[in-house]
C-alpha cells in the first residue's frame, strides 16, 4: 500500500479542510492526477498523486480538518493489481483445464474421480500442503477482478474446491457488510438534516451553516487587526468628472487596442502609487521595533468571492500601463470568482484598494490587511450638486473616498495629505502619466 499524504502547502499554512475528493474507492490514477481538493485559509490547492496505482481506501471525508503530512488516503500499486509472479494468468489456466479435459479418457476420468474422493475428506491438508486455497483457474480469475481473498471464501463443493459461483456469493456478502454501516450512519444523519434547528430562546426555527475555514480566518484576522493596530479612518471627495470624460472619450479605441475595458481601477491604482511616492510610510509595515519601507509597489485588490473576501496582488503596478493595469486586475478577479488564485497571487502586497461602490455602498471605513498600513476605499458615484464658485452650481459626479491607517507609524497629517494628493491626481488624470 502507498500513503497518500497532505503535502506542504506554504511556509504559513499547515492545515486545511478537504473540500472535494476528485476520485473514489477503484479509480486507477496515474502520477500527477489530482486526487482531492483541500481549503485553507487563503486558496483552494488541488493534492495529486505521486505514484501510479488504483484507489484503495479513502481516510478522511469532506468537512473533516487535515494537517501536513497526515495520511488521507491509500492507493494500491498498479503493478501488483493485473498480475501475480504465483500463478499463470486466468486464460492460461482454463485453456490448460480445458485442454486437459479433452484429452482425458473415460479411464482417466475415473481415476481422477476416485483420486479426488480419497481427496475430499481432507481437503484443508492439501491447501496446507501447498499453501494455496483450492480453486478452479475462471475462480482464481475472477476472484482478482473483484479483489477477493481465496483464503476466505466459503464453498459448497464437497471436495472443498472453490468454484466461480462461490466467488460471486463472498463478493456481494462482502459488499452489502460494507454498505450497512454506512447506510445506518446515512439514517442517522438524515433526520439531522431535516429537522430545522430550533432557537433555544422563543422556538423559532433558524439554520445553522458552518463557517468554511477561509471565513473563519477573515474573521480571526480583522478582529486581530482592530486589537493590534491604532486604526483610523480619514474621508475626502473626488469629483470623478475629468476622469469620467476620458474613459468616454478613449474607451472604444483603448479596448480596440487593448482587448481590456478602460475601467476606474486603473485609474485608482496609478494615483495610489504616486500618492505613495510621496508619503512612503503608507508603504510600509511594522515589524518588531522598525519600520520597513518597501521600494516596491504592490498592490492588493480586494475582491468578493463565494468563500470570502480575497485580495491578489498585482505587482510592480508602478511599472505597468493603463492596459496592463485592467488586464491583470481582470485576471486575477477571474481567478478569485473561480477558486483557481495561487498563494504567490495573494501574499507580499504593499498597499490595498478595496472598491464597495460597485455594491452601492456610499461611505465606509475599510479594515486594514495586516500587516499593510494602509488601504483605501473607493464608493459608489453619486450625482450631487456642487458649488463651482461663489456663484454657480452644478451637478457632478462625486465619489466619496477613505483612507484606514496604522497610527503607530502614520501621522494624521500624512494621512490627510496622502488622501489629498489622490484626490488631487484623479481630478487632473493627466498627471497620472508622470507620478503614477
Same mark, same amino acid.
Given at each position: 500500500?502507498?500513503?497518500?499524504?497532505?503535502?506542504?502547502?506554504?511556509?504559513?499554512?499547515?492545515?486545511?479542510?478537504?473540500?472535494?475528493?476528485?476520485?473514489?474507492?477503484?479509480?486507477?490514477?496515474?502520477?500527477?492526477?489530482?486526487?482531492?481538493?483541500?481549503?485553507?485559509?487563503? !486558496?483552494?490547492?488541488?493534492?495529486?498523486?505521486?505514484?501510479?496505482?488504483?484507489?484503495?481506501?479513502?481516510?478522511?471525508?469532506?468537512?473533516?480538518?487535515?494537517?501536513?503530512?497526515?495520511? %488521507?488516503?491509500?492507493?494500491? *500499486?498498479?503493478?501488483?493489481?493485473?498480475?501475480?509472479?504465483?500463478?499463470?494468468?486466468?486464460?492460461?489456466?482454463?485453456?490448460?483445464?480445458?485442454?486437459?479435459?479433452?484429452?482425458?479418457?473415460?479411464?482417466?476420468?475415473?481415476?481422477?474421480?476416485?483420486?479426488?474422493?480419497? =481427496?475430499?475428506? *481432507?481437503?484443508?491438508?492439501?491447501?496446507?500442503?501447498?499453501?494455496?486455497?483450492?480453486?478452479?483457474?475462471?475462480?482464481?480469475?475472477?476472484?482478482?477482478?473483484?479483489?477477493?481473498?481465496?483464503?476466505?471464501?466459503?464453498?459448497?463443493?464437497?471436495?472443498?474446491?472453490?468454484?466461480?459461483? *462461490?466467488?460471486?456469493?463472498?463478493?456481494?456478502?462482502?459488499?452489502?457488510?460494507?454498505?450497512?454501516?454506512?447506510?445506518?450512519?446515512?439514517?442517522?444523519?438524515?433526520?439531522?438534516?431535516?429537522?430545522?434547528?430550533?432557537?433555544?430562546?422563543?422556538?423559532?426555527?433558524?439554520?445553522?451553516?458552518?463557517?468554511?475555514?477561509?471565513?473563519?480566518?477573515?474573521?480571526?484576522?480583522?478582529?486581530?487587526?482592530?486589537?493590534?493596530?491604532?486604526?483610523?479612518?480619514?474621508?475626502?471627495?473626488?469629483?470623478?468628472?475629468? !476622469?469620467?470624460?476620458?474613459?468616454?472619450?478613449?474607451?472604444?479605441?483603448?479596448?480596440?487596442?487593448?482587448?481590456?475595458?478602460?475601467?476606474?481601477?486603473?485609474?485608482?491604482?496609478?494615483?495610489?502609487?504616486?500618492?505613495?511616492?510621496?508619503?512612503?510610510?503608507?508603504? =510600509?509595515?511594522?515589524?518588531?521595533?522598525?519600520?520597513?519601507?518597501?521600494?516596491?509597489?504592490?498592490?492588493?485588490?480586494?475582491?468578493?468571492?463565494?468563500?470570502?473576501?480575497?485580495?491578489?496582488? !498585482?505587482?510592480?503596478?508602478?511599472?505597468?500601463?493603463?492596459?496592463?493595469?485592467?488586464?491583470?486586475?481582470?485576471?486575477?478577479?477571474?481567478?478569485?470568482?473561480?477558486?483557481?488564485?495561487?498563494?504567490?497571487?495573494?501574499?507580499?502586497?504593499?498597499?490595498?484598494?478595496?472598491?464597495?461602490?460597485?455594491?452601492?455602498?456610499?461611505?465606509?471605513?475599510?479594515?486594514?490587511?495586516?500587516?499593510?498600513?494602509?488601504?483605501?476605499?473607493?464608493?459608489? %458615484?453619486?450625482?450631487?450638486?456642487?458649488?463651482?464658485?461663489?456663484?454657480?452650481?452644478?451637478?457632478?459626479?462625486?465619489?466619496?473616498?477613505?483612507?484606514?491607517?496604522?497610527?503607530?507609524?502614520?501621522?494624521?497629517?500624512?494621512?490627510?495629505?496622502?488622501?489629498?494628493?489622490?484626490?488631487?491626481?484623479?481630478? *487632473?488624470?493627466?498627471?497620472?502619466?508622470?507620478?503614477?
Amino acid at each position: 500500500m502507498i500513503e497518500v499524504k497532505v503535502p506542504e502547502l506554504a511556509e504559513s499554512i499547515t492545515e486545511g479542510t478537504i473540500s472535494e475528493w476528485l476520485i473514489k474507492v477503484g479509480d486507477k490514477v496515474e502520477k500527477g492526477d489530482n486526487l482531492v481538493e483541500l481549503e485553507t485559509d487563503k !486558496v483552494n490547492i488541488e493534492v495529486s498523486a505521486e505514484n501510479n496505482g488504483v484507489i484503495k481506501e479513502l481516510l478522511k471525508e469532506p468537512g473533516d480538518n487535515v494537517e501536513v503530512g497526515e495520511i %488521507i488516503a491509500y492507493l494500491g *500499486d498498479a503493478s501488483e493489481e493485473g498480475s501475480s509472479s504465483e500463478q499463470p494468468s486466468g486464460e492460461s489456466e482454463e485453456k490448460a483445464e480445458a485442454k486437459s479435459q479433452e484429452k482425458e479418457t473415460p479411464e482417466e476420468a475415473k481415476s481422477e474421480q476416485e483420486s479426488s474422493s480419497h =481427496a475430499a475428506p *481432507d481437503a484443508a491438508e492439501e491447501k496446507s500442503g501447498t499453501g494455496r486455497t483450492v480453486a478452479s483457474p475462471s475462480a482464481r480469475k475472477l476472484a482478482r477482478e473483484l479483489g477477493v481473498d481465496l483464503d476466505k471464501v466459503q464453498t459448497q463443493d464437497p471436495y472443498g474446491r472453490v468454484r466461480p459461483d *462461490d466467488v460471486k456469493a463472498h463478493a456481494e456478502s462482502s459488499k452489502k457488510e460494507k454498505e450497512a454501516p454506512k447506510q445506518e450512519k446515512k439514517q442517522e444523519k438524515q433526520p439531522e438534516k431535516q429537522a430545522p434547528a430550533k432557537d433555544e430562546f422563543n422556538g423559532k426555527p433558524v439554520e445553522r451553516v458552518k463557517m468554511s475555514r477561509r471565513r473563519q480566518t477573515i474573521a480571526k484576522r480583522l478582529v486581530e487587526v482592530q486589537h493590534t493596530a491604532a486604526m483610523l479612518t480619514t474621508f475626502n471627495e473626488v469629483d470623478m468628472t475629468a !476622469v469620467m470624460d476620458l474613459r468616454k472619450r478613449r474607451k472604444d479605441k483603448f479596448l480596440e487596442d487593448n482587448d481590456v475595458k478602460l475601467g476606474f481601477m486603473s485609474f485608482f491604482t496609478k494615483a495610489v502609487v504616486g500618492a505613495l511616492k510621496k508619503y512612503p510610510r503608507l508603504n =510600509a509595515e511594522i515589524q518588531d521595533k522598525e519600520m520597513v519601507l518597501k521600494k516596491f509597489y504592490d498592490i492588493g485588490i480586494a475582491v468578493g468571492s463565494e468563500e470570502g473576501l480575497v485580495v491578489p496582488v !498585482v505587482r510592480d503596478a508602478d511599472k505597468l500601463s493603463f492596459a496592463g493595469i485592467e488586464s491583470e486586475i481582470s485576471e486575477l478577479a477571474k481567478k478569485a470568482r473561480d477558486n483557481k488564485l495561487s498563494l504567490d497571487q495573494l501574499q507580499g502586497g504593499s498597499f490595498t484598494i478595496t472598491n464597495g461602490g460597485i455594491f452601492g455602498s456610499m461611505l465606509s471605513t475599510p479594515i486594514l490587511n495586516a500587516p499593510q498600513v494602509g488601504i483605501l476605499g473607493m464608493h459608489k %458615484i453619486q450625482w450631487r450638486p456642487m458649488a463651482i464658485d461663489q456663484d454657480r452650481m452644478e451637478n457632478r459626479p462625486m465619489m466619496y473616498i477613505a483612507l484606514s491607517y496604522d497610527h503607530r507609524i502614520v501621522d494624521g497629517s500624512e494621512a490627510v495629505s496622502f488622501l489629498a494628493k489622490i484626490k488631487d491626481l484623479l481630478e *487632473d488624470p493627466e498627471q497620472l502619466l508622470l507620478e503614477g
